[in-house]
């Protein structure tokens, strides 16, 4: 049923999912699982009216798995954040493309909104977004010799900026190195679950909730080893790591 926002209807997704849902469809795929080449084999030797080779058995090349390539997303982004605490360490997150000359989103939120801030990627088509920027980010690889490294273009990004109060080169699918205005460098990582996997979240949103605790008036230091970002109704442990500037 499609009622309310994309957001709430992708949220109730999510939440209604039935993992064995269709469990008897996909049992439908095929009626002899994993026998698929000796049985291919059997029917074009059949067809050919000839012997298959006894000492050969039959097998297939495993299908490739696809190069991990995640989409860029370059528009500017309003960011709303909240329920900032200090013990634990946590902020929750609401992120809002910037279309247009449309309405702030922390205007019509209907939840509640300690602060508000832009968040913009450096490659962004919409560039005067850039001078207003709140948060600038860069997504690249550690070693990318055109921009790398985090802690050179960190230190070199918020001269052009006047505005940004931080910065975050994300150079992994989990983990970010940002550099604020005060000149404290850190990298945030996706802490790992029970199963030792890496609980990911896109890395830009580590960065915001560390601009909001920045902002309400405190410092990424040793005492703060891990922060808290909800998302929607998941809650993402960050680990936050202190680096030399």
Known sequence: MRRG???????RAIADHEPG???????????????????LRQLFYGLMDIPQ??????????????????????????VLTGAVGAHPPEVTVVRHAVVGDGPDPSEESAGHVDSAHTVVDEETRDTGRLRIADVVVRYAAEDDP???????WTSEALAPYPYCGLVAYVDGPDRCVVRTRAGDLVRLSAAAGPDGRPDLCDPAAYASALYAWVASGRR?????????????????????????P
């Open 5 to 11: 926002s994309l957001r709430a209807q992708i949220a």
């Open 21 to 39: 849902r269709y469990k008897e469809l996909a049992e439908q795929t095929s009626s002899s699982p994993g026998e698929s080449a000796a049985l």
């Open 53 to 78: 080779p006894e000492k050969h058995p039959a097998l297939l090349d495993p299908l490739p798995v696809p190069p991990y390539e995640p989409a860029r997303r370059t528009a500017p982004v309003r």
């Open 146 to 152: 055109r921009v790398g490294p985090p802690r050179a």
């Open 220 to 244: 990424p230091d040793r005492a703060v080893p891990r922060i808290t970002v909800g998302t929607g109704a998941t809650a993402h442990r960050v680990t936050v790591e202190p680096l030399a």
